[in-house]
């Protein structure tokens, strides 16, 4: 890992809660495995509704609104998170950081995210924290307003060099904050997979669309490593490179392996790049720790990324994936507010 840090690669992980953060996140951080971590509204649903470590703390928040009691308990969470990874913030404060994301059901609603945004980041008041934001159109205006701020900001949901562009553009030039641009790779893999099976199982949906046929036929062709993810995600960082912003990295998210022809470490292995950085879940960071191939990975052209995504009806799964995702966030945080 010591070389991989010398080259600017950073590991973070994209996994939250109490009895973690106490334990096993510290280890990481203090082993030299982890720089950084993420959240989302799915993890901490996730993290809250299931674990036990918050039994105790859900009861003293009795008789508070569902929204107040979830700022409670994840506010507290990334304040420790925080606090654990300071040391790493003021060695190098292109690291160290947590982020936590917007409300999701304002993520149309610039004026109001913003307002949150800036809410969040002093209610928890920890230099290392980044305001999570959903990189929609709203979610351009509030990236521009809350780094005018000196706000740290995670750009989430990138599926498509435009966005990566957008919010680029959006990052107030004169701002001393640090951001990310969070490129998420695993689910286009996932989505053509999905649609295979789907098109194998109805065969009416074989003949409805030219488009899709011809993308299956080429995604079909690809050996057990696919690399629809990996070459758009290539495409986006050298978009966010192309920016000469210091203060600015390229992350690659949703890169956990979720099936089982593929090696573990897959998308982690894949994107080993120089200042770039790899936010992985728990399962996927551990893995990569004890058989994970370390070396930087090559530079593919983007000549050839380009002919490859060339085969492909992008525009339409990055519409698909974004909308799919905001929905996603925002039905798991209705659940867990529900829930509480």
């Known amino acids: 890992m010591e070389n991989l ?19 096993r996140f510290k280890e990481l951080v203090n082993n030299g495995i982890i720089y950084g971590a993420t959240s989302n ?12 470590s918050y039994k105790n703390d859900k009861e003293k928040l009795k008789g508070k609104r569902p929204k107040e009691i979830y700022e409670n308990l994840a506010f507290s969470d990334i304040a420790n998170a ?10 190098n ?16 609603d610039a004026t109001k995210s913003i307002d949150e945004g800036k809410r969040i980041f002093k209610s928890i008041n920890k230099p290392n924290v980044m305001i999570k934001v959903p990189a929609t159109n709203a979610g351009f205006e509030v990236i521009n307003e809350l780094t005018k701020s000196n706000i740290n900001v995670n750009a989430t949901l990138i599926f498509s060099p435009l966005q990566a562009k ?3 553009e959006s990052i107030n030039k004169n701002s001393t904050s640090k951001c990310v641009i969070s490129v998420f790779v695993s ?12 098109n194998a199982q109805d065969s009416a949906l074989q003949t409805k669309s030219n488009a899709n046929s011809k993308c299956l036929e080429e995604f079909l062709k690809q050996d057990s490593t696919p690399k629809l993810g990996i070459y758009n995600a290539i495409k986006c960082r050298a978009i966010v490179e192309s920016f000469n912003n210091a203060n600015t990295r390229a992350l690659f998210a949703s890169t956990g392996v979720k099936d089982s022809f593929i090696n573990d470490n897959y998308y982690v292995e894949s994107l080993l790049s120089k200042n770039t950085i790899n936010t992985a879940p728990l399962g996927t960071i551990e893995s990569f720790i004890k058989n994970g191939n370390k070396t930087m990975q090559s530079e593919i052209s983007l000549d050839l990324v380009e002919k490859y995504l060339s085969h492909f009806n992008m525009n339409e799964m990055y519409d698909s994936l974004l ?3 905001l929905n996603a966030f925002i039905e798991s945080f209705e659940t867990m507010l529900k829930a509480i």
């Open 93 to 108: 404060n292109d690291d160290g950081f947590i982020s936590i994301e917007i409300d999701p059901f304002l993520c149309n």
């Open 41 to 52: 509204p799915a993890i901490f649903a996730n993290a809250i509704l299931k674990s036990n």
């Open 187 to 198: 689910r286009f893999d996932r989505f053509m997979q999905d649609l295979a099976k789907n």
């Open 166 to 168: 957008s919010c680029m």
């Open 82 to 91: 925080a606090d654990s990874m300071l040391k790493l913030y003021k060695v």
């Open 323 to 325: 909308e799919s995702g």
């Open 5 to 23: 840090r010398k080259m600017g690669f950073s590991l973070w992980c994209d996994f939250i809660e109490k009895e973690f953060l106490n334990t």
